[in-house]
């Protein structure tokens, strides 16, 4: 089994799909990486592939130019940290795991309070 940047390839899939699986990476960017490679997107990943070293340019092209997997992640935990170190309107929401972004909690809080903090 092949993976790119953590993430456990399927040969069958097309390498466009594959590249959704990547925490930050939407079907979009996708395809304007693969369009950047020369790569067909609709295309599956075969055993031809990974014996041109594809994987090996994937890889590098995507972590010289995005923060995708854990990077992002950290990123996004250290940013919600810094709003509720200094005390801002959506940091005190996070930190009472209410509602961040101004939707209603008269009815709908619950959902957010189930949900876990990040």
């Keep these: 089994m092949v993976y790119i940047l953590g ?9 466009g799909y594959i590249l959704c699986e990547l ?27 990974i014996a041109a070293g594809l994987f090996k340019d994937l890889q590098k092209f995507i972590a010289e130019r995005y923060s995708v997997g854990t990077v992002l992640q950290k990123q996004a935990r250290e940013s919600i940290k810094k709003e509720i170190q200094l005390k801002t309107y959506k940091g005190m929401r996070h930190r009472l795991k209410l509602p961040v972004r101004g939707q209603r909690t008269h ?12």
């Design 7 to 15: 993430i456990e390839v399927n040969e069958k899939k097309p390498l």
């Design 107 to 118: 009815t709908n809080r619950m959902t957010q309070r189930r949900s876990e903090s990040i």
């Design 23 to 49: 925490y930050g990476i939407n079907y979009t960017i996708a395809l304007q990486i693969c369009s950047v490679l020369g790569l067909n997107p609709l295309n599956p990943v075969s055993k031809r592939c």
